[in-house]
């Protein structure tokens, strides 16, 4: 059903997480976009700011919930090829979160430097 | 210029797809293209055909199959948000075994793929949502 695109067109996508992850479906959708994404071969970016941080929280239990722990496939996006994971700063430390919370590696920027990746993406999903 | 719309909520209840609707027919009526309009999230209920909205209200699914019929635009649900939330067409229908489909005209149902290739091929993809 999904077809590769043959056009040999690599733009810049960058999927912008800023919601917790459960709660609204965003979060789970938007990895699903992620995943599919993967096979185009485009360059991909995911950053993860305001409480979208919390999407990348260790340890999360989603058990009482009857939710799906989708936080387990963050640790899958390397075999995606899906590599470059950037976290907002100033989100992580207003929420009182530290980088070794965190499930997968990441780079940890400043809104600064989270402005210029926005800046500098061609295509943007911001969910 | 050649635009992607990306709508990510549901009719009435938000007021993204208005939006979208009416940034597409702006840039149809100022000579620009647009090359698909995707559906996710609850943005996938905008293809039910079932709606029936009071008489002095707009109809969006409608106006959106109306705007198609006329201008030749794609408009793709998500699969994957389709089957969470019952949109069904007649291929989905037989597939999943359900008793009857509801997609609207000039409606069609398909994965992801085709939101990636509106990012690749479109020149500017806009999302309307929260």
């Given at each position: 059903m999904e077809e590769e695109l043959e056009s040999g067109v690599v733009k810049k996508f960058l999927y912008i997480n800023r919601r917790a992850p459960h709660g609204t479906v965003y979060a789970h959708e938007a990895l699903e976009v992620v995943l599919i994404g993967a096979a185009f071969e485009q360059d991909v970016s995911l950053a993860f700011i305001d409480d979208g941080v919390f999407q990348l929280k260790k340890d999360q239990d989603t058990s009482e919930i009857n939710t799906k722990n989708f936080s387990k496939i963050f640790a899958a996006l390397?075999?995606?090829?899906v590599e470059k994971l950037y976290v907002e700063r100033e989100s992580l430390e207003s929420r009182g979160l530290k980088e070794d919370d965190l499930s997968v590696d990441v780079k940890?920027?400043?809104s600064s430097e989270m402005k210029k990746l926005i800046t500098d993406s061609e295509v943007i999903f911001n969910f | 210029m050649i635009f992607g719309i990306l709508v990510n909520e549901g009719p009435y209840q938000h007021q993204a797809s208005d939006s979208a609707y009416l940034f597409a027919k702006a840039a149809i009526d100022e000579g620009h293209t647009i090359f698909r309009v995707f559906?996710?999230?609850?943005?996938v209920n905008n293809g039910t055909r079932l709606a029936t909205p009071p008489q002095d209200d707009r109809h969006i699914p409608n106006r959106w199959s109306e705007l198609a019929n006329e201008h030749n635009i794609d408009l793709v649900l998500c699969v994957a948000a389709a089957q969470r939330r019952g949109m069904v067409d007649p291929d989905e229908m037989k597939r999943n075994k359900k008793d009857a489909d509801n997609i609207a005209?000039?409606?069609r149902i398909s994965g992801l793929g085709q939101l990636i290739e509106a990012g690749v091929q479109a020149e500017r993809l806009i999302t309307f949502g929260d």
């Open positions: 390397e075999m995606y090829d940890v920027i400043d | 559906f996710y999230h609850d943005g005209d000039k409606f």
